[in-house]
């Protein structure tokens, strides 16, 4: 929270970055209504917002439904930060590897709140492979890389992130018992495979791994309907596993 009394702090900033927050973690073009809604600013600073980030290149105005959306241009704000983003090199070769060798698309994800975001993905060339954009989010709540995740953690901020995740859950209705069970199963085990969670038809399997103090996972989502329960714990878990092992000599 920001005290009042921090004359260094730039209040139109703040409000212009919470307008492209709203827009990341809705990924569905809003409306000024929508955008009011979710932010909580008054409207008209909502349109001068948007009309500004519109004109910026930032944000393209759909006329007939008078929706908003964000534009590439908004990719190139995170270009600097991957750049340097030394663990995105050094895993990104691998990543190439192990979608040639299972057709499947392979992607490296990192915490990103209550979410997990894809930092390099690199698509499978089966023809069922699922697609998946570098900047992609997922709730780790129903992802086979955000279980991953947790299961790397402290126990002591796991149990934290964890009951906030619930807490989540909770107010949105979702399913809470779903998320421990899963929860309980990742823990037990050094890959975690998740079917239909997040949407029908989608599942994934993950490996988690720490960087010193950070943590972040090796994932492989699939289309359930291709893939089986027996390749998913079979040649795929083998073939994640080979280059989870490979990224930890790696580190030594």
């Known amino acids: 929270m920001i005290e009042k009394k921090d004359r260094q702090f730039v209040d139109a900033l703040a409000r212009g970055l919470a307008i492209l927050e709203t827009f990341s973690r809705a990924n569905t073009p809003l409306s000024n209504k929508q955008l009011t809604q979710r932010t909580g600013l008054a409207p008209s600073t909502v349109s001068r917002l948007t009309h500004t980030l519109t004109t910026l290149g930032y944000l393209r105005l759909d006329e007939s439904s008078r929706r908003y959306a964000l534009t590439p241009k908004t990719v190139s704000l995170g270009y600097s930060v991957l750049e340097g983003f030394t663990l995105v090199d050094r895993i990104h070769p691998l990543l190439e590897r192990l979608a040639a ?73 979702g399913d809470v018992q779903g998320f421990s069970d899963r929860l309980e199963k990742a823990l037990a085990s050094p890959v975690v495979v998740v079917r239909n969670v997040w949407k029908k038809g989608i599942g994934g399997l993950a490996v988690g791994l720490t960087d010193g103090a950070s943590q972040f996972a090796l994932t492989l989502p699939v289309s359930t309907g291709a893939v089986s329960c027996e390749e998913m714990s079979g040649e795929l878990t083998t073939a994640l596993q080979e280059v989870a092992e490979e990224v930890r000599a790696g580190q030594h």
Not at 105 to 132: E, P, Y
Not at 137 to 161: D, F, H, K, Y
Request: aromatic share 2%.
């Open 101 to 173: 060798k299972t057709g499947e698309t392979a992607a490296l994800a990192v915490r990103d709140g209550l979410h997990v975001t894809f930092l390099s993905a690199v698509q499978g060339n089966s023809l069922v492979a699922v697609r998946l954009a570098t900047g992609a989010r997922l709730p780790i709540a129903v992802s086979a890389a955000g279980l991953a995740l947790l299961t790397q953690m402290p126990e002591r901020e796991r149990r934290m992130t964890a009951a906030r995740i619930r807490a989540d859950l909770l107010r949105r209705d």
